[in-house]
């Protein structure tokens, strides 16, 4: 039915967006009640509340508190919010790793604000030293991504979003998906 690789924006009780994700997991979140359409296409059209389209904007029945919701860290989030590219040269070679700013064992935390992608050739020569000690630097400072934005960046690295979430992100957010996702689509060509 034309549900692989799309996704869908999800939000929450009050209109407001919450997240993306694949347009299957919207498709069950409906079947299941757990959600409904609020936009959808059947065969490529749009369509509103036929019986089973494929989602591009789906409602969860509730409202969640945004402060309940956090990004889980991990490597790949740390990747994904930094776009696969290296924070110290700007590559975008394969085999991205994340390395420590503050080295772990002299004390760095394995947090958001001391984890960067880094290629495999800046990190082993960074290795155990301080940016200082290194002479590096980073391309911007490490932070708690957002976690709409980080959701958006896992799940619409292979193009725009659809149209039809325009007019459910405050225009501002729906700028900065349209810039995060360009930046992934061009580290992502060959
Ligand atoms: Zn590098």
Known sequence: MGLKGKSCLVLNGDYSPLNVCTALKGAKMVFT?????????????????????????IRINHKIRLRDVRVRLSRKAVLSRDRYICQYCGSTAPNMTV??????????EFSWENLVCACPRCNSHKGDRTLAEAGMKVLSRPKEPSYFILSLLYHTQKGLPDESWGKYLPPSLWQLAIQEIIGVSKNISP
């Open 33 to 57: 009640g757990r959600a409904e359409v609020v936009e959808g296409k059947i065969n490529g059209l749009r369509t509103v509340s036929a019986q089973y389209p494929v989602p591009t904007v």
């Open 99 to 108: 390395d420590h700013l503050m080295p772990k064992h002299r004390g760095g």
